[in-house]
């Protein structure tokens, strides 16, 4: 999977508490890193019991099992629009500062877990 850049904007106002604004950039998603989403299609045979195994390809699109679930690609990055959280912990845990960072996004269970630090951007 490509590196991920999480910028960090660090913002102290005047009573001296720091607000941290984080943002998460994808280079390209891939399956990797994208975001999936149920198959909403009826009679798909991921969503009707039917015999269909991982990667098949029905009504023209690729599916994926994820937690019992058959799940089509949104070609949207997961880490992007859902990271924020798991950001803020990875940059609060290692003490980032205001900057650019190479990060890889780390899933358990197709469920996005932590950021992995890779190293810093000019």
């Known amino acids: 999977m490509?590196?991920?850049?999480?910028t960090i904007k660090i913002d102290v106002p005047h009573d001296?508490?720091?607000?941290?604004?984080?943002?998460i950039e994808c280079p390209g998603?891939?399956?990797?890193?994208?975001?999936?989403q149920e198959c909403q299609v009826n009679g798909c045979p991921g969503t009707t019991g039917d015999d269909?195994?991982?990667?098949?390809?029905?009504h023209g699109v690729r599916h994926r099992n994820i937690e019992g679930c058959w799940m089509t690609r949104s070609g949207f990055c997961f880490a992007e629009n859902h990271g924020h959280d798991a950001a803020v912990q990875m940059a609060e845990r290692l003490g980032l500062d205001a900057g650019r960072y190479e990060v890889v996004p780390e899933f358990d269970d197709g469920t996005l877990s932590d950021f992995v630090l890779v190293a810093s951007r000019p």
């Open 2 to 6: 490509p590196n991920h850049v999480l």
């Open 16 to 23: 001296d508490y720091a607000d941290m604004d984080v943002s």
């Open 29 to 36: 998603v891939t399956d990797a890193c994208a975001e999936w």
């Open 52 to 58: 269909f195994e991982e990667g098949n390809v029905a």
